[in-house]
Each structure stands twice: as structure tokens, then as C-alpha cells.
């Protein structure tokens, strides 16, 4: 895996001279021997689980074209972590081999290409959606990717940001979405984990812009969570049919967009919920990868069906989002109109800790690592 990563620094525009060729990482230790003939269960039951992690020692990465080096202090935890802790969402060509996908902390080299900027200058305090290797000491990300810190908000809270703002943004707002055009003011959407990192997120994030949000969660006080951020109404899925209680909610008339991150059998329950000429965006599938749906349904109330991972998007894109966050959201976070709850800090060396409340699904809003002091 070491072998993935240039060893060699390229000269950069500006550089801290304290920066260690060697770092430290979190590593997925790969424990899977499963023989040729194992079954698809079998291997499932054998992927790396939370103890795979590991603390090591890795080469720290060079500055490339249009990047920043950023010593990490804080990273977050997220659902697609896992996943490719797994190897069940590999990196894609030419990104980092290593865990984490936002990070906040100070730049501490400029690459060439990367423009004289505020919060881009060596010394600056910055977060950043990254390509990678988040869960390690230094992290490389192109700078347009990367964010200012608003004042009211901390260095931990700011290593939670980026992927789930990011990832709300593009689906429910930017134009460049699968769907290709982005909700409007008094549009309904309903979130499905509304206490996740994401569906904190987007309950603050519609509401801010003027949307209706409601959303799903698994107990009373994970309901009580949602309406606390926002949402109209909460559902707790364990003792409620959504589907029933949509209808109701909305007088039958249905809902613009469902933001789903279960997939699976909740795909024809929110076909189910749509308003006429609704969406559905796929962004994650913990319910399962395959579903049925009536495509009767689909045509009859022009219905459309978008999935996306931002992950493989290119720089110009989320360079974009970054831009729009810029523009519309951090004015919100700075009025304190949208906040970052952050459920449990994790030392990197606990990042296995992380990873298993990640999966049990007990926490409300982000889970962060401490990855060293600012």
C-alpha cells in the first residue's frame, strides 16, 4: 500500500521546514484468507472488521499540482469509511489508499498552480473535503476544495463539516446534480436518517433555504433530535408507517424529494410518497443494493429515480460546491442558524472505537478523530 504513495516532496511555493518524510496513518490490516471457493457469505462475514485498524507508519504525501498540505487535527468519521474498510467502496484511480474523506487543521505547504488566497497560505487554518487519507497526520487536498473556518466554529466541529455538506449541497441544490436542476423555496423533502451526519445536515440545510424538511428516525428521542434541527415533522420508522404518515402529513399530495441513504426495500415506499413529477436521490444503500419498483408508477407520475457518490466527481465540481457553501451557508453558520453536533471524539489510535459506534448507529450527528493538536 506504501508503495501507492509518492515518497518524494515536490518543491512547493511555500513550506513549513518541519515537515516529517514520515507520518503516522490509520491502516485498514487486511485479515481476509478466504480460499477461492468461499461463498459470497462467507467472505462477507470475513471482511476487515472495526480491529483491522491500525496505527502505522507511512511516507508523508508530496504537494501536487493545485494542492495544499494540511497537518491534520481533527478528521471525521463517515458511513463511507466503512465501506471501504470493507473494500466495499475502493478509492478511485489516483486518490489516497488511506481512510477519510474531511479534515480540518493547518496548511503547512503550497503546491504550484494553487492561487494567492486568503486561507490558503501557509500558517492558515483550514477544513477540506479530501480525496482520501484523511485519518492521518498530514493530508494533501486541492486547494479548492478546502474552506475557511467560521469564527463559531471549532477546529473539532470543523473536521465534521465537508463531506456531509458537501454531499447535501450537490443533491438537493446544485444545478450539476444527477438530476440536473436543484430544489426551490416551499419544496418538501424528506430525510431518512435525520439524526446521521448527513441527515443532520440536510434537516438544517432546508430549512435555511426555505424547504419543508421532515425526516425518519429510530427512536423517540432520535425524533425529538430532528425536530430540535428543524424538521417539521419526525417519524420514528420502528413504530410508524412513513408512508401513511406522509400522506397525512402532506394532505396526499406527496413530497418533492426524498434524500434516501437505506436504498433497498425503502425504494418503493418512497416511490409511494412522491408528489407527482417527485425524486428520489439514492446516496447510500444500507438497506441493500437491489429493489423492486413499479415502473408503471414511474411513468405514469413522471417520477424520476437519481443515485451519485460524490467521491469520484472531479476537483471542478466540488470545487464548485465548495464555492456555493461558500456563498450561501457559511453566512448561516456564522449567524448560528446551521450548527455541527458532534456526538463522540475518538483519538486516532481508537479509531476502531469510531468505526463500531459508526455501525450501531447509536449516535446522533457526526463521530471525529483527534488526529493531533493544531
Given at each position: 500500500m506504501h508503495a501507492l504513495l509518492r515518497c518524494r516532496r515536490l518543491a512547493s511555493r511555500r513550506l513549513f521546514s518541519s515537515i516529517?518524510?514520515?507520518?503516522?496513518?490509520?491502516?485498514?490490516?487486511?485479515?481476509?484468507?478466504?480460499?477461492?471457493?468461499?461463498?459470497?457469505?462467507?467472505?462477507r462475514r470475513r471482511r476487515p472488521g472495526p480491529d483491522s485498524l491500525h496505527v502505522t507508519e507511512a511516507p508523508t504525501p508530496e504537494v501536487g499540482e493545485g494542492e495544499v498540505l494540511v497537518k491534520v487535527a481533527t478528521a471525521g468519521v463517515n458511513r463511507p469509511d466503512v465501506l471501504q474498510r470493507l473494500g466495499l467502496?475502493?478509492?478511485?484511480?489516483?486518490?489516497?489508499?488511506?481512510?477519510?474523506?474531511?479534515?480540518?487543521?493547518?496548511?503547512?505547504?503550497?503546491?504550484?498552480?494553487?492561487?494567492?488566497?486568503?486561507?490558503?497560505?501557509?500558517?492558515?487554518?483550514?477544513?477540506?473535503?479530501?480525496?482520501?487519507?484523511?485519518y492521518a497526520e498530514y493530508c494533501a487536498v486541492p486547494h479548492g476544495q478546502c474552506l475557511d473556518i467560521p469564527s463559531n466554529i471549532d477546529m473539532i466541529q470543523a473536521g465534521c463539516i465537508p463531506e456531509t455538506f458537501f454531499t447535501v449541497w450537490h443533491n438537493l441544490f446544485q444545478q450539476q446534480n444527477v438530476f440536473g436542476t436543484s430544489l426551490k423555496k416551499g419544496d418538501s423533502v424528506l430525510i431518512h436518517g435525520g439524526t446521521s451526519g448527513i441527515g443532520s445536515t440536510a434537516i438544517q440545510m432546508a430549512k435555511s433555504m426555505g424547504l419543508t424538511p421532515y425526516a425518519t428516525a429510530g427512536s423517540t428521542k432520535k425524533c425529538e433530535a430532528c425536530l430540535e434541527l428543524g424538521a417539521v415533522a419526525a417519524i420514528n420508522y420502528k413504530t410508524e408507517d412513513f408512508v401513511m404518515r406522509m400522506k397525512e402529513l402532506t394532505n396526499g399530495k406527496g413530497l418533492n424529494l426524498v434524500l434516501d441513504m437505506v436504498a433497498g426495500p425503502y425504494l418503493t415506499k418512497n416511490l409511494q410518497v412522491l408528489a407527482t413529477e417527485g425524486r428520489i436521490a439514492v446516496i447510500g444503500s444500507l438497506g441493500g443494493v437491489h429493489s423492486e419498483l413499479s415502473m408503471r408508477d414511474l411513468m405514469r407520475r413522471r417520477l424520476t429515480v437519481g443515485g451519485s457518490t460524490l467521491r469520484a466527481r472531479d476537483n471542478a465540481i466540488k470545487a464548485k460546491i465548495a464555492s456555493d457553501l461558500k456563498e450561501h451557508i457559511w453566512p448561516m453558520i456564522e449567524k448560528g442558524q446551521i450548527s455541527v453536533r458532534v456526538d463522540t471524539m475518538f483519538d486516532m489510535e481508537e479509531a476502531a472505537e469510531a468505526h463500531r459506534l459508526m455501525e450501531s448507529s447509536r449516535h446522533i450527528g457526526k463521530i471525529a478523530l483527534r488526529i493531533s493538536k493544531p
Open positions: 516529517p518524510s514520515k507520518m503516522r496513518v490509520v491502516e485498514v490490516k487486511q485479515q481476509n484468507n478466504d480460499p477461492p471457493t468461499a461463498t459470497p457469505d462467507a467472505q467502496y475502493p478509492p478511485p484511480p489516483g486518490h489516497s489508499p488511506y481512510i477519510g474523506l474531511e479534515v480540518a487543521g493547518t496548511v503547512v505547504a503550497v503546491g504550484p498552480s494553487v492561487p494567492e488566497s486568503p486561507g490558503l497560505s501557509v500558517g492558515d487554518s483550514v477544513m477540506a473535503l479530501a480525496n482520501g487519507g484523511g
